[in-house]
Each structure stands twice: as structure tokens, then as C-alpha cells.
């Protein structure tokens, strides 16, 4: 019996050894170490052995059992990492092949710009306000000192609803609404689309955005104007880019000044973008003419302010070098998808 | 305005060279469009002397021409011009020499003779013939003038000068003139301004009144009227130095009459009018409105009919001319006028204006007169061109003028307070170069104990008028780079965003998220777009904000939604060949007002499409739904909707009864309409009233303690019931312990019967207190069947 004993666990050894797969091992574990397996038939023909021996017997089957049982989880455990290898190895993808396509969507690029420039004021303490966009001829020119047939009228060709209802030609009047329900300190932003007769071209649009700014307080300077301008420049553009200040004449404010931005493109060497002077004429601004105030029944002895108003398409252009302002209002795709 | 740097320095010593100038110019506050020179349209071009011209041998028109250029040998020129002959001054274009139309001469050979150059004809170096009066005759230019051969053209014509273009702002009409300019550019420069001293040498007999009579009627349009005569008027050209300048100033030389008045615009800003006095009638002037209906033809040939707003020069009976706007044919000056009346006056702006435009008729004059035309200086102006009528000895002055001057406006002064003046520019100049500055803008300021500027506005600065005028003065020209940068320091403002702008910005991200392009379209559309939506005749989108004003019928009426845009927008993608894509815009609708004077409703609106292969209706619901579910919003969706949606496929969705999106596929005719083909999925989105409904907390549930339970059922019901109203049933019927419900299987087919469907869900349940009975979820079950047998569903089996 003893022999009988070696002789299986031999065979069933080398059946382990041999195995391929873990499948196999089960069977084979079955086969010898089951329930109706061969280690179990021999353990019952123990019985048939004299009673002194069966003790050692025993001893030898369990030991028999528990060297298989070992060598059956030793093969198993190697036989299972061949095959996750063989798995994963079986698994291997192309990982170069595109994914599925997918719109990456983007904001248009003039409100990408107007966010950038509304966050750099709000950041600043202002409060966006908004006004509508047809509006009273009172608030878009009256209460800005042009009066009627005035001739800095023509500098901004006005569409007409009624005698005295227009489409806004500029976000100023967001300011007289502001002025005239509010009292001083005032900070507000109004960004917005405005109109004008022009027909469209590579520079001009019937349709665009401005974005205004009003500061109402005491002992405001045209200092704190440039000193804010600045900041907003560089926030905007980038350390290194400055204002320059040009006089210039608005309605509405006293000083005026058209102002300019170091050039982004040649940081002010001179480009062909700024024509060599190494400036781009950004923005418009100025102390608010006091008349201004007056009419809109804020104390000019006790307070000043300044108020500046800009292009927000000409600052995406600039921003994002787009070669034509009508790319802005065409929406083809092909230059939408451009921009994230 | 153009004005040549000659002219300029006639009145001020201008040392700098003529860009730096004009920057000096232009950071001081007066604009300038660039700087260019005449006579660029050619170079290389000099006087020469013909000194001997035989017939070419080889040619019946050719000469050969022997002409002195002012270099050690006459150089041998061919030349085909019938006029040409030894011993007359030409224009020789040399070896090289460049003009215009991109003529470039090289030396060569004509018929087998060397030519060294070129002689040159008027129209070959376009010279324009009021500018050199030999210029327009045939064959090549005659030079007169007694030059040294070698001598560039250019001298000889009167070109080569500098010409600065100035970009005069509103507030400063004064600028609009030689003079005007002259005397800035002294105050910038710190250099003399020097006018000449106005003396006219009047002879003839008698005086004005004999000649002729003037009527004002009306002083409020025209404030001052002066008028002066001229006798034995010989009408000629003008001498070159005039001519010159004019050309140089974009004016065309005529006559010595009428360039005179416009010599005498540019340089003092005065419009002037000269009329032959023997054409009008009575040689009475009457300066009146215009009668209603009335007819008048002006200079350019053009009739116009009048209303009584409108200001007229009129003689006795009829109007003759468009007061500081046109004259009139009948009193133009010709060739043989032989007395002239000089007008000079002031027209009022407004009514000017109005009149242009009502008209449709704008001049030189009628835009200075808008600008505003200072009263004060009319008759100095008017001076001015009897000194030069003096000078050009082209008539007598006649003694006496007419001036109507009732109401003299009385000069302006302006005190300032010094420490004001630096509390608003931020600078602190010193009062005394306050008043040194004012002082040298010719505003004679007096500095009172050191605080108080008292200023003495000269008549021509009509804009000075208070304390912030003053100190922009100041500031201009002591320097804007003076300017520090500072901040306020005044109260601490919190910022903050416009609520709304703030939403529209959450609903782009959100959208954006989703894969969709933002697009930008016009606020105003043409009407056409809104009838191809094909909309019921009394639909309220038919009713728009209407322009009186646009630029044409495309663009004519204010948007009532947003779809037609988003339309042409597809058709235009597709048209480029971009084949798929998303697009959103999000903008203002505009709703008319009920009554006249009243601002229309402005609504914020969204619009979105999608179109392409992997796109269906589906596609735009699931935007919509899940945009509204980032908002907290589940809305109730039912089949309806406008008929530019495709019948069959069109939804609305509301929440709590209030309407908040409408979405489906574009019906075929009206993708026709906008040039699309295929189909196309749109979706509008009330964001007024989605806004509104916003949570930006919705309250967290703890997560669960106790096990869930899943059932499915299957229902069989008629085709035409909706899966997700069925499921809304469901949420309603289940809603104490439903955890989550969802459609998992559609089928159809034979054994179902027709227009039968089997709709199958998996119904998630859960308590948060307990574990579910069985007892309960039966329970809830069939409360789930009974509510869906309400639809005629049946149990499959």
C-alpha cells in the first residue's frame, strides 16, 4: 500500500508539473485529492490494514495530501500568473488610434476677451451694470452734453426707432441711468452691443461691444484714470505694456484722452500691427465734464470722476491676432473651433 | 484738413521738420492724419533748355532735340511733340526718372537715335492745368519762366512742398483754418504767431449802398451778415503762389474771384460767396426762410423744394441760394463778371445742419457752418479778401461794407481755482505756467493771489466755457506724459457681476461644456427672415422694432427671435463646407412697446442647433435637459411646439406651468427657405423665465442605510403614448420609496399588434429609514401598474 502510495503521489506530481492551464489542475485535483478521488479510495483501504500500522499509514496519506495540496497551489499560483500575463498581453490595444470625436465647444472669441476684461474691473471693486439697447436719444446723447444737432453727433451715425428712441450708439448711457439713480460713491462697468451706420469691413461693424467704465467719487484724479488704465493693461495684456495718453475730445468728458497700449505683438519696437509707431489706439476717456454731472444732479464742486469706454472686438483683434473684424460675426466654424 | 507746412510758416516759424512736428502736434491735441508731399507722383524730372531740334531721319514726326539739363554736355533727346523747338524751356524727364501710371524713363533708342531722356507733356506728370496754366496746352509743357536749365520742376509747378492733414475734433472749428492752425501750433511751439495787418485800400466811386442792398430777415439763423463790393473786376488766374497753396490744400484752383473766396476760407475758416452783382436781381440780397414748397436750383444743377425751416439767399422774388450751403446758378461768377459782392456770415449750426441733411446737400461751407463759424470774425475775414483783391489788383474795392451784427455775443471769462484745476488733472503744475500756458493760447489769464486764474476767452474759442475747459488747456500743453498713475483711495467698492450677465455666463459654460460653439449674429435682421418662418399673420414675433434708419432691408428690423439668424448661420457652415457642428447664441430679443415713445422689451434669449450625420432629435433634447438639470430645473415635456418645427418632431418643455424651451427638428420647407439642405435640430430657451427657477443649492440627501430593491416591468400600450410621460407616471405613482427609474427596452412587433409598442423599465426603490417590505414594494408596484393602465397599458406577459 505504501508503495501504491508513493506511486500515485509520483504521478500525480509529474501531472501537476505537466498541467497547462488551471482548469486542469481542478481536474486533477479531483482525480487524486476528491471526495471519489484515488487518495480517498486508498484511505478507506486502510481499513483492510492491521490496526499498529494504520497509525504510520495515516501519518504517510496525510503527508501525501498535504505535499500534493501544496505542489497543486504552487502550480496554481504560477499557472495563474502565466495566464494574466497571457491576458493582459492578448489585451494590448493600438493606443494611438484616435478616441471617439468629441467638440472640445468654446465661448466666442469677443466674450472670451469681454470676460477677461469684465473680471479685471470687477477684481478692481466695480459692479457691472447693464442698460438697454434701445434706448432714449435723453440718455445715449442729451444728459452726455450732445445736445440735438449737435456736430459730435456725426461722429457716431446713429440708427433711429422714433424721434427720440435710438439704437444706443455707445454704453455712455448706462452711465447717465447710473448717474441720475444713484448717488455718489459710484464704481460700475457696463459692458454691451452698441450700433452705428457703418457697413461692415475689415474694421468696422454695424454691430459691436463696448465696455464702459464710470468712477464718481471725491477727489477722483485723471491720475487714478491712468493709474487704473494701467493696471488694466497689464492685466490684460502682460507686465511690460503701458498707456499713453493723447488729448482728445469728447462731449462728456474734460480733459479727454484717446489712449494708447504698447503694442502686444512688438512690446513697442515698432511693427507693422502698429504701423511703427510701437502704440495702439485702445480706448477713449477723460474726467467727466462736470456739466455732465450737473445735469444728472450730482454735485460737481464736491465730486469728480472719470469715465473711460472701449472697443471690446478691436481689443479681441488685437488680443488674438484676428486679421478682420468680420471673422467676428460669421460664426464659421472653421474659426470658431480655433479658439477654447 | 490739408494745409501745406509753406502756408503754415507764412504765420509761424515752424524750425521742426514736418512729421516731428506733427507729433508735437498730435500729443498736444490736435489730431493729424499723416503727412505727405506734392508733386510725388513723379521725381527725376528738370528744366531743360531745347537748344537745337532737327527732324529725326528715320521718321515724318520725330525730332531730335540738342537739350541743355544743366549738366556739362546737352544731353540728345527724341521727342514727337508738334510744339517743340529750339529755344523753349521744357519739362525733360531724365534717365530714370519715375512717373505716373509706374512710367519709368531709361535712355535708349528711337528709330536707331540715341535718346537720353524724355520731354514731357501736363497730363504725363499730372500737373493739373489750374495749377500751371501752360499745362493743358497740346503737345509738351511751354516753360515761361526765366530757370536755369538743371532747376527740378517741381519748383517751377509749385510742388514739393510738405502737407500735413489735420483731423480737427468738434470742439475746435477755430482749427479749421491756416490761421486757426498757425496760431496753436505758435502756443505748442512757443513761436510768434504773425497775421497780417488787416488794411484795405478802397477806391471807386461812391459807396456800398449805391451797388447794391442787403436784407436780413431773420438774426437767429443768421447771426451777422457782412457784405462788401467789388467794381471793374478783370477775372484771370491767380498767381502761382495762391495756386499753389490751394492745390496743396485739396482746393482746385478756378479763378481769381473765387479763389480768393476760398483762399480766404482755409485760412481764416470763414466761408465766403461771391456773386456776380449784375445777375441779381435789384442787386438786392434777402436773407429770409424759405416759403413752404419753394423751388430752388443750385450750382451743382440739382433742384431742390424747400420748407420753412430752411434758410435761402433770395433776391427780391425768388431764392438764388442754400444759405452757407450752395449758391445758386444764376449769380455764379463767369469770365467776363464785371462787379462782385463778397459775402461773409455766420450761419446759425443747427439750423444749417438740419437743412444739409433734409437736403441731402453737404459742402465744404455747410460743414464749417455746423462745426460752428465764429460771428466775431466774419468781418475780418471779409477784410482779408479785399486786401487780396488790393494785392491781386483784379478790382476795386468799393468804400463802405454792409455788416448786420445786432446781438454780439459778450466775451466770455472764466474764473479758476488753481488747487481745483490740480485736484482734477492730477498734476501739480505751478499757477504760473497755468497762466504762462493760457496766456500763449492767446486766453489772457491773470493770476489772482497765486490760487484764482481770471480768464478772458477770446471770441474764436466758442468751446471755452468753464473750470474743466481751463484746466484740459493746461493740461495739453504742459503734457499729458505728465500724468501719474495712481489709484483712488476712497471708499472700498465691492465688486460684483450683473446677476444676469452672471447667468448668461453660466449657461454658455454649461453649453460650452456640452461641445457647442458660441455665435454672434446682428441684432437686426430683414423682415423676409421672419416671414419664411412661415408664422401665423397675428404670431406677436410678426410685430417688430422697426429702423428708420438702416443700412438696408437685410438689416431693418430688430430681432423677435433668434432663430432666423441661427438658421443662416447652419446654411452658411454648411455652404463652406463645414458638414457638421453645434452652435449657440444667446442675445437680446426685442418685444415693440404698446405705445409710441416707449422703449420695447428686451428679452434674454437662447437659441441653439445642431445638425450633422451623428445628430438627431435626441441630440438637442438631451442639451436642453441637461442644461436645465445643472440648473436644478426637470421639466415636463410634451409634443408641440412652433410650425418651423417638423410636425412629428417638436417638443416644449415647461416646469410648474411656465414655458421654457421649445426644440425639435427645423421643418423641411423653411431649412428650404434658408438655403439648407438636410436636416437640422434646433432648440430656444427662455432664459428670463429659466432663470428665475435657479437653485444654486438643492440640499444634500445623507447618503443610504438601507438596501435597495430593483423591478422591472414591461407594458404593452398604443404607439402614440409617450415612454417618458408614462415614466413621469411612474415617478409620480412610486415617489415615496423611488430611488431612480429608467426606460431599458422599446419593442415592437407582430405579435404586439399595430401601433403597439412594449415598453420595459427598471424601477429602483428604497426607504431611508428601513428595508422594504415585500409587502410594500407589491405595494408600490401596483400602484406603478394602475397608474400606467391609466394610459391603457397592459402587463406583458
Redesign the interface.
Known amino acids: 500500500m505504501e508503495k501504491m502510495l508513493r506511486e500515485m503521489r509520483e504521478r500525480v506530481m509529474q501531472n501537476i508539473k505537466e498541467a497547462r492551464a488551471t482548469a486542469n489542475l481542478e481536474q486533477i485535483r479531483v482525480a487524486a485529492l476528491g471526495k471519489k478521488g484515488e487518495l480517498t479510495a486508498l484511505l478507506r483501504g486502510m481499513g483492510k490494514l492491521p490496526p499498529e500500522e494504520r497509525p504510520k499509514m495515516g501519518q504517510l496519506v496525510n503527508d501525501v495530501r498535504a505535499a500534493l495540496e501544496t505542489e497543486l497551489e504552487k502550480r496554481a499560483a504560477e499557472l495563474a500568473e502565466k495566464e494574466k500575463a497571457a491576458r493582459l498581453a492578448a489585451e494590448t490595444i493600438d493606443v494611438t488610434l484616435p478616441g471617439p470625436e468629441r467638440s472640445a465647444g468654446s465661448l466666442h472669441p469677443m466674450n472670451i476677451a469681454l470676460r477677461k476684461m469684465v473680471d479685471i474691473f470687477v477684481g478692481m471693486g466695480y459692479e457691472e451694470v447693464v442698460g438697454p439697447e434701445v434706448e432714449y436719444d435723453h440718455y445715449n446723447f442729451e444728459l452726455l452734453n450732445v445736445p440735438k444737432n449737435h456736430p459730435a453727433r456725426d461722429a457716431q451715425d446713429t440708427f433711429y426707432v422714433e424721434d427720440n428712441i435710438v439704437l444706443r450708439s455707445q454704453t455712455s448711457p448706462v452711465q447717465a441711468r447710473i448717474m441720475t439713480t444713484r448717488k455718489p460713491p459710484i464704481r460700475i462697468i457696463s459692458p454691451g452691443r452698441v450700433y452705428r451706420a457703418d457697413e461692415a469691413d475689415a474694421t468696422h461693424s454695424p454691430v459691436f461691444h463696448q465696455m464702459e467704465g464710470l468712477v464718481i467719487d471725491e477727489n477722483i484724479t485723471m491720475g487714478d484714470l491712468k493709474g487704473t488704465l494701467d493696471e488694466f493693461a497689464r492685466q490684460m495684456y502682460g507686465e511690460g505694456i503701458q498707456t499713453r495718453f493723447r488729448p482728445s475730445f469728447f462731449p462728456f468728458t474734460e480733459p479727454s484722452a484717446e489712449v494708447d497700449l504698447t503694442c502686444a505683438n512688438c512690446k513697442g519696437a515698432g511693427c507693422r500691427m502698429c504701423k511703427g509707431t510701437g502704440w495702439i489706439e485702445v480706448l477713449g476717456a477723460g474726467m467727466v465734464n462736470p456739466r455732465v454731472l450737473e445735469m444728472c444732479g450730482i454735485d460737481s464742486h464736491k465730486y469728480s470722476g472719470f469715465a473711460f469706454g472701449m472697443g471690446v472686438e478691436r481689443i479681441a483683434l488685437l488680443k488674438y491676432n484676428i486679421p478682420n473684424l468680420r471673422y467676428l460675426y460669421e460664426n464659421d466654424l472653421r474659426f470658431l473651433t480655433q479658439y477654447r | 484738413m490739408k494745409v501745406p507746412m509753406k502756408w503754415l510758416k507764412e504765420y509761424v516759424d515752424i524750425k521742426l521738420p514736418a512729421e516731428e512736428y506733427a507729433s508735437r502736434m ?4 490736435t ?1 493729424v492724419e499723416g503727412v505727405e508731399k506734392t508733386g510725388e507722383q513723379f521725381d527725376k524730372v528738370v528744366v531743360g533748355y531745347v537748344e537745337s531740334c532737327v527732324d529725326h531721319p528715320n521718321s515724318d514726326h520725330l525730332h531730335i532735340c540738342m537739350v541743355d539739363v544743366g549738366e556739362a554736355e546737352p544731353l540728345q533727346i527724341v521727342c514727337g511733340a508738334p510744339n517743340v523747338h529750339a529755344g523753349m524751356r521744357v519739362a525733360a524727364a531724365l534717365d530714370g526718372a519715375h512717373l505716373p501710371g509706374g512710367v519709368k524713363i531709361k535712355k535708349g533708342k528711337m528709330r536707331g537715335e540715341v535718346s537720353m531722356g524724355m520731354l514731357c507733356s501736363g497730363p504725363e506728370l499730372d500737373v493739373p492745368a489750374g495749377l500751371y496754366p501752360h499745362i493743358g496746352d497740346e503737345g509738351i509743357i511751354e516753360i515761361f519762366e526765366d530757370v536755369k536749365p538743371g532747376t527740378d520742376v517741381k519748383e517751377v509747378f509749385g510742388l514739393g512742398d510738405d502737407i500735413v492733414d489735420f483731423e480737427i ?4 472749428p477755430d482749427c479749421l483754418s491756416v490761421w486757426g492752425l498757425a496760431r496753436e501750433s505758435s502756443a505748442v511751439l512757443q513761436e510768434h504767431f504773425v497775421v497780417p495787418e488787416i488794411a484795405v485800400e478802397e477806391e471807386g466811386k461812391g459807396t456800398f449802398d449805391d451797388y447794391a442792398r442787403v436784407e436780413v430777415l431773420d438774426d437767429e439763423a443768421c447771426p451777422r451778415y457782412c457784405a462788401r463790393v467789388i467794381t471793374d473786376v478783370k477775372i484771370g488766374p491767380s498767381p502761382k503762389w495762391m495756386r499753389e497753396y490751394l492745390y496743396g490744400a485739396g482746393v482746385r484752383p478756378i479763378n481769381n474771384i473765387v479763389d480768393i473766396t476760398n483762399f480766404v476760407m482755409l485760412e481764416t475758416g470763414h466761408p465766403m460767396h461771391a456773386f456776380d452783382l449784375s445777375k441779381v436781381k435789384e442787386q438786392t440780397i434777402v436773407v429770409r426762410r424759405a416759403r413752404p414748397g419753394e423751388h430752388l436750383t443750385t450750382l451743382d444743377g440739382k433742384e431742390h423744394v424747400l420748407d420753412e425751416t430752411m434758410l435761402v439767399i433770395a433776391d427780391k422774388q425768388n431764392a438764388t441760394g442754400l444759405a452757407g450751403i450752395m449758391g445758386g446758378e444764376e449769380s455764379e461768377i463767369v469770365s467776363d463778371t464785371a462787379s462782385v459782392l463778397f459775402e461773409c456770415a455766420a450761419f446759425e ?2 439750423n444749417n ?2 437743412t444739409a441733411r433734409k437736403l441731402g446737400v453737404r459742402t465744404e461751407a455747410s460743414g464749417r457752418f ?3 463759424v465764429c460771428p466775431d470774425t466774419a468781418m475780418e475775414a471779409l477784410e482779408r479778401a479785399c486786401m487780396l483783391v488790393n494785392m491781386l489788383e483784379c478790382g476795386k474795392v468799393v468804400p463802405g461794407a454792409f455788416d448786420h451784427y445786432p446781438n454780439p455775443k459778450p466775451p466770455v471769462e472764466i474764473e479758476a481755482e488753481v488747487e481745483r484745476i490740480r ?5 501739480d503744475v505751478p499757477a504760473e505756467d497755468m497762466e504762462d500756458i493760457l496766456n500763449r493760447l492767446y486766453i489772457d489769464t491773470t493770476l489772482v493771489d497765486g490760487r484764482l486764474l481770471h480768464c478772458e476767452v477770446p471770441a474764436f474759442r466758442q468751446d471755452m466755457e ?4 481751463v ?2 488747456e493746461v ?2 500743453m504742459y503734457g ?2 505728465h ?6 483711495n ?9 446677476p ?2 452672471a447667468f448668461g ?1 453660466r449657461v ?1 459654460e454649461a ?14 435682421i430683414s423682415p423676409k427672415w421672419i416671414d419664411a418662418l412661415g408664422l401665423d399673420q397675428d404670431d406677436p414675433r410678426r410685430r417688430a ?7 438696408g432691408e437685410d ?1 431693418s428690423v ?1 430681432r423677435t427671435s433668434l432663430v432666423p439668424s441661427m438658421l443662416n ?1 447652419v446654411a ?2 454648411l455652404n ?1 463646407g ?1 458638414a457638421s ?3 449657440f447664441e444667446l ?2 430679443v ?1 418685444v415693440p412697446a404698446e405705445k ?2 416707449d ?2 422689451t ?1 428679452k434674454n434669449a437662447l437659441c441653439l442647433s445642431a445638425f450633422g450625420e451623428d445628430v438627431d432629435f435626441y441630440t438637442v433634447k438631451n442639451i436642453v435637459v441637461w442644461l436645465l438639470a445643472k440648473f436644478g430645473v426637470t421639466a415636463q415635456i410634451e409634443a408641440a411646439g412652433d410650425g418651423y418645427y417638423h410636425p412629428g418632431r417638436k417638443a416644449v418643455l415647461t416646469a410648474n406651468g411656465v414655458k421654457l424651451a421649445t426644440l425639435g427638428e427645423v421643418h423641411p420647407d423653411v431649412a428650404e427657405r434658408f438655403d439648407i439642405k438636410g436636416r437640422v435640430y434646433l432648440a430656444e430657451v427662455d432664459l428670463d423665465a429659466l432663470m428665475p427657477l435657479e437653485q444654486d443649492f438643492y440640499g444634500v440627501k445623507p447618503l443610504p442605510k438601507f438596501p435597495a430593491v430593483s423591478r422591472d416591468i414591461a407594458v404593452v400600450v398604443d404607439e402614440k403614448i409617450g415612454a417618458g410621460t408614462m415614466m413621469d407616471a411612474i415617478r409620480r405613482a412610486a415617489a415615496k420609496t423611488l430611488e431612480d427609474v429608467k426606460l431599458f427596452d422599446i419593442y415592437r412587433g407582430e405579435k404586439l399588434g399595430k401601433e403597439r409598442k412594449s415598453v420595459a423599465y427598471a424601477i429602483t426603490l428604497r426607504a431611508p429609514d428601513r428595508t422594504l417590505t415585500d409587502e410594500e414594494i407589491n405595494g408600490t408596484m401596483e400602484k406603478v401598474l394602475k397608474a400606467l393602465k391609466e394610459f391603457g397599458a397592459e402587463l406583458r406577459a
Open positions: 498730435v500729443m498736444t491735441g489730431a475734433l468738434a470742439n475746435r449750426r443747427a445742419r438740419v455746423e462745426k460752428g485736484r482734477r488733472i492730477g498734476v468753464t473750470e474743466a475747459d484746466s484740459e493740461l495739453r499729458y506724459d500724468i501719474p498713475s495712481t489709484l483712488m476712497g471708499v472700498t467698492m465691492a465688486g460684483r457681476r450683473n444676469v450677465n455666463d454658455k453649453l460650452v461644456g456640452m461641445g457647442l460653439y458660441e455665435a454672434l449674429n446682428y441684432s437686426f422694432v422697426t429702423l428708420r434708419n438702416p443700412l438689416t430688430m448661420t452658411g457652415n463652406r463645414n457642428g453645434a452652435l442675445s437680446k426685442f409710441a415713445g422703449l420695447p428686451e
